[in-house]
Nanobody, 117 residues
Framework: QVQLVESGGGLVQPGGSLRLSCAASGTLFRLYALGWYRQAPGQRRELVATLTTTDNSNYVDSVKGRFTISRDNAKNTVYLQMNSLKPEDTAVYYC???????????WGKGTQVTVSS
């Protein structure tokens, strides 16, 4: 089992920045990737960014050049630095871990990000 706890969400003005953190614990020796997804009201959950244990990263096109995913292995923590935020980035952001050969998904409870003036 893997537990994920997010932090760092909040209200920010357009053009502002936020950094999300996700602390992972539990059975991590078969961890494949950590990442972030988001879900806006009435929308499907979508991938934002992922980072594998071999340092391969992947971003949704809409955040490329604005968001950066990174990891602190010593702390088993993944971060999402979000710059130049737009109102359309407003969503609940979920931390995700993929574990094992079957890439079993684990989810955090989510943290709200609201971009508004």
């Amino acid at each position: 089992q893997v537990q994920l706890v997010e932090s760092g969400g909040g209200l920010v003005q357009p053009g502002g920045s936020l950094r999300l953190s996700c602390a992972a614990s539990g059975t991590l020796f078969r961890l494949y990737a950590l990442g972030w997804y988001r879900q806006a009201p009435g929308q499907r959950r979508e991938l934002v960014a992922t980072l594998t244990t071999t340092d391969n990263s992947n971003y949704v096109d809409s955040v490329k050049g604005r968001f950066t995913i990174s990891r602190d292995n010593a702390k088993n923590t993944v971060y999402l630095q979000m710059n130049s935020l737009k109102p359309e980035d407003t969503a609940v952001y979920y931390c995700n871990a993929q574990v094992g050969l079957t890439r079993t998904n684990y989810w955090g409870k989510g943290t709200q990000v609201t971009v508004s003036s």
